[in-house]
């Protein structure tokens, strides 16, 4: 089993920053990825970034340029620095992991951007 507990997220202005933290404990031998998805008020849950083990990233294309994802293997802890950011950028953000090709999720931490 993997636990996940995230932090970070909270309400800022049109063109603000977050950084969201996933620190992730237990059974953490052979994570294969990690990443950030989101969901907003009656949409799908969708990738926003993704970063596997070898270092290589992917981004949603709604979010290339203004995100970054990041990983601290020693703190087994994965961010999400969110730059200018937008309304359309408001959902509830949920941290995963791929072990095993096994996916576990975060609680969810909500962000929400104000025009």
């Known amino acids: 089993q993997v636990q996940l507990v995230e932090s970070g997220g909270g309400l800022v202005q049109a063109g603000g920053s977050l950084r969201l933290s996933c620190a992730a404990s237990g059974s953490i031998r052979s994570i294969n990825r990690m990443g950030w998805y989101r969901q907003a008020p009656g949409k799908p849950r969708e990738l926003v970034a993704a970063i596997i083990s070898g270092g290589s990233t992917n981004y949603a294309d709604s979010v290339r340029g203004r995100f970054a994802i990041s990983r601290d293997s020693a703190k087994n802890t994965v961010y999400l620095q969110m730059n200018s950011l937008k309304p359309e950028d408001t959902a509830v953000y949920y941290c995963?992991?791929?072990?095993?090709?096994?996916?576990?999720w975060g609680q969810g931490t909500q962000v929400t951007v104000s025009s």
């Open positions: 995963n992991v791929l072990k095993d090709w096994t996916p576990y």
